[in-house]
């Protein structure tokens, strides 16, 4: 099927781009067009204007801060899987990013399109609420931040304004004595998650200091659970993870119920694996 007709602008500046997005009544932007092209041509989205976010300079690429790193928007899932810096101070997200799709997935998919297109079965989503990553935004007032809790608001959903652009993602540098891993049980077909799970752990002393877990595909936005000090987090029970998730997600792929079944199969997983990459 084709896409209904749309214009298509191409600015060299994020304040051209937050312009015309603010300009045109449901105006999109568009980063690699991995979930919104297909989503045009099923007619599931009709934007009448398309605002390519390609030509404007700086939205891409790992830079280092205090610690943290700065991913930009357009930053390719390829680009954040091979990234040595990530692998370094975040591996979590280049283990997440090399689960996505196929490799013409990942080289044209950006995290900024992954988080603004807030997919319950994408990948991204989960691991940067984990680490309790902050999303930077530009808009028509400028430069805000949202912490990742705060970003997905929905399915498909987030606290993103009209006009507004993402801009960065940043995320914590992971020090000596933390050990995290991704795991997702896989849509065959898609490789999207049916449920993935980020596990981070602290480990102080030879004993847990703490962690998050989040659990993506579930449910709308992913479910956050905290690592509690000195327990032994991956006897987390399947219990305590199906107490969190109150409203799972049922489709033709796998019932609520299986939903949750693997949320708590995945977390005992990744906390298991998390928990051995501490030392
Ligand atoms: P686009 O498609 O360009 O945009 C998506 C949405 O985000 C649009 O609404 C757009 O307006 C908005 N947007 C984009 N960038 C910005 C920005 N900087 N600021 C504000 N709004 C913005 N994902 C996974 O997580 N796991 C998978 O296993 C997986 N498998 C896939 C398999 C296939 C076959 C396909 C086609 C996609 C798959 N994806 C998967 C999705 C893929 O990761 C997408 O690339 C991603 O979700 C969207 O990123 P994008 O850069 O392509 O965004």
């Known amino acids: 099927m084709q896409p209904a007709a749309f214009d298509y602008h191409r600015p060299g500046t994020i304040e051209e781009a937050v312009d015309l997005l603010g300009r045109v009544e449901g105006a999109r932007a568009l980063a690699g067009g991995h979930s919104l092209l297909p989503a045009m041509k099923l007619r599931l989205s009709s934007p009448p204007a398309l605002v390519d976010l390609g030509r404007i300079a700086g939205l891409s690429g790992v830079t280092a801060e205090n610690g943290s790193l700065s991913i930009g928007a357009l930053t390719t899932h390829a680009e954040i899987e091979h990234s040595g810096l990530i692998e370094q101070e975040c591996p979590i997200l280049a283990e997440a990013a090399a689960t996505i799709g196929d490799p013409a997935v990942r080289n044209r998919g950006t995290i900024g399109g992954s988080l603004a297109h807030a997919d319950p079965a994408a990948d991204l989503p989960t691991v940067i609420t984990a680490l309790g990553a902050t999303v930077i935004v530009t808009g028509k007032g ?107 997600i049922g489709d033709l792929y796998a019932s609520g119920e299986y939903r949750v079944h693997l949320a708590g199969v995945l977390t005992k997983r990744a906390l298991t694996t998390a928990i051995a990459r501490t030392g």
């Not at 795991?183 to 799970?197: E, F, I, L, M, W």
């Not at 480990?203 to 200091?209: E, F, K, N, P, V």
Request: charged content about 15%.
């Open 142 to 248: 400028g430069e805000r931040e949202i912490a990742a809790a705060d970003f997905f608001t929905g399915l498909f959903a987030t606290s993103l304004g009209r006009g507004e652009v993402v801009t960065s993602i940043r995320v914590p540098k992971l020090g000596a004595g933390t050990g995290t891993a991704y795991v997702k049980h896989r849509h065959p077909a898609s490789s999207y998650a049916v449920v993935g799970v980020a596990a981070i752990v602290h480990a102080a002393g030879g004993a847990i200091s703490g962690g998050s877990v989040a659990i993506g595909g579930a449910t709308a936005n992913p479910v956050v659970l905290d690592v509690i000090p000195g327990e032994d987090p991956a006897a987390a029970t399947s219990a305590s993870v199906a107490g969190a998730i109150t409203r799972p």
